[in-house]
């Protein structure tokens, strides 16, 4: 697997996305992310290392997020892009082993 062009596409191009994304109870919350890595965990679940800038979260919004890709819904990438790297961003994410695609 080479990964979601969708998300590599809006990574090299520093492009936000924004999806519907399930929680642990099958709920949705809308979220809207500067995408930083694409992968597999640990358990080879598809995921992406991202910087949640709005919609809706149980937890502290901006903030950092890893995601399942097999929780989302409706992705798409918008036109508004993102300049430079969040406080925060590792470049070798230690969750994602493979990295498929990441921030240049």
């Not at 990574?11 to 109870?25: G, L, N, P, W």
């Not at 080879?44 to 991202?50: H, I, S, T, V």
């Not at 800038?53 to 409706?74: A, D, H, N, Q, Y």
């Not at 925060?88 to 493979?98: E, F, K, V, W």
Request: with cysteine.
């Amino acid at each position: 697997m080479v990964g979601n062009l969708t998300i590599c596409t809006a990574i090299t191009s520093m492009k936000v996305i924004e999806f519907d994304y399930a929680d642990e109870e099958g709920n949705f919350h809308h979220r809207i992310v500067e995408p930083y890595a694409h992968g597999a965990t640990k358990r080879a679940k598809d995921a992406l290392r991202g910087y949640q800038v709005g919609g809706t979260s149980e937890s502290e919004v901006p903030g950092w997020k890893l995601f399942l890709i097999e929780r989302m819904t409706g992705l798409r990438m918008t036109d508004r892009t993102f300049a430079g790297i969040a406080p925060g961003y590792a470049h070798g994410d230690s969750a994602l082993d493979p990295i498929y695609c990441r921030v240049p």
